[in-house]
């Protein structure tokens, strides 16, 4: 096991920076997540991570040493691939063995080892067959079972379930964290899927540009997001973002004949910004319909433009009058129909503000 800290590293391809600064320290033992769109620069970290990848700045340090010029196998690192890599001609045993055989370990230990880890993932049954007898999550766990008996200090998994469908997705999460619980083994785990990002890491760092968007817990990055894109990305379905300006009520909304009325200490706050510009951002799931305006609150005119039915939950996207689109998460069936005139209303105890033109949030504003 090892606490990993990334000091300042820089990947450069070039002329093309993939990761700039990248600073973080994890605790030995804990499920970090990079999460971010594609291109953003989370594999690359990864891959200098694993020594894939030579770093071009800075210091990689396991256990407060430093393995920036280390090959790949002198740094006692794991890796469980997006195709899962297996050998088609080997069997699952033969799998999960290759790297113990690989480093001449002693056939008794092989065998318990690999006995042990397909006991834990559950086949044991499929020690004989080969990869295409397997289905995709019987592969994984074969990928899992590769890494895991090697008995690592850290394990890398870059996109590792990207490749199931959604049932077995599920399945799959629950299983890595399980696992990884129970070896406690400090591990790194790249996805593009935001959900997959919050259900499963201790902690999160969003990237985007290459850039460290910010590093928390789900909870934080959902309840506190650093900045406009860290608030639309995280969550599902994404926050709604509009555009406003501070006024001598409160903000109004870009576009539309509403004032959003704030306390008297909070105008007092934003009128002293140098700027009047804002964006707000209100969740979809903070929003609720009616047929007319609530008088305490918010309120913008809108008009149904799609209904999908989730189950318990029904999402709505409506078109204001500014032609912005909003969505709009509720309990149960959709009350109205397509094409209905409707208002959208929301109270200051839900927004988020950020600056206009940095984008960074606006904290310790009490809206109410």
């Known amino acids: 096991m090892a606490a990993v800290e990334l000091k300042h590293v820089w990947k450069r391809y070039g002329p093309v920076t993939a990761v700039q600064d990248f600073c973080l320290a994890t605790a030995d033992g804990e499920f970090i997540v990079l999460v971010g769109p594609s291109g953003c620069g989370k594999t690359s970290t990864m891959r200098m991570i694993a020594g894939l990848e030579i770093v071009s700045e800075g210091e990689i ?20 691939f997006q195709n899962y890599a297996l050998f088609p001609h080997l069997d699952v045993f033969a799998n999960i063995a290759f790297g113990m055989r ?3 370990m002693p056939k008794s230990e092989i065998e318990g080892r ?22 995709g999550g019987q592969r994984q766990r074969v990928a899992l079972g590769r890494a895991i008996v090697r008995e690592p200090k850290v394990f890398l998994m870059d996109e590792p379930l990207s490749n199931l469908d959604a049932g077995l997705r599920m399945e799959m999460r629950a299983e890595i964290i399980r696992l990884q619980r129970k070896l406690g083994v400090t591990t790194f785990f790249v996805t593009h899927d935001q959900v997959e990002a919050l259900s499963m890491g201790d902690r999160v760092v969003v990237m985007q540009h290459g850039v460290v968007q910010q590093v928390g817990t789900p909870n934080e990055l959902y309840e506190q997001p650093s900045n406009c894109f860290v608030a639309g990305f995280i969550g599902s379905p994404s926050m709604n973002l509009l555009t406003g300006h501070t006024s001598a009520e409160g903000i109004a909304i870009e576009g539309e004949n509403t004032v959003l009325k704030l306390s008297a200490s909070a105008r007092h706050i934003l009128a002293q910004r140098a700027s009047p510009e804002l964006r707000l951002g209100i ?86």
């Open 61 to 80: 340090c396991f256990d407060g040493e430093d393995v920036s010029n280390r090959l790949p196998r002198d740094r006692d690192v794991a890796m469980v």
């Open 114 to 135: 690999v006995t042990r880890v397909a006991h834990t993932l559950g086949i044991e049954p499929l020690l004989g067959r080969k990869p295409k007898e397997l289905s």
């Open 102 to 104: 690989l480093r001449k």
């Open 283 to 368: 969740r979809p799931e903070h929003i609720a319909l009616s047929e007319n305006p609530i008088p305490n609150g918010c309120s913008l005119a809108a008009t149904v433009e799609m209904i999908e039915a989730l189950g318990y939950t029904t999402l709505i996207h409506a078109r204001l009058r500014s032609d912005d689109r909003i969505n709009v998460l509720m309990n149960g069936r959709a009350r109205v129909s397509i094409g209905d005139p409707v208002y959208a209303n929301f109270s200051s105890d839900h927004i988020y503000l950020f600056d206009a033109r940095s984008e960074a949030a606006l904290h310790g504003i009490s809206l109410s």
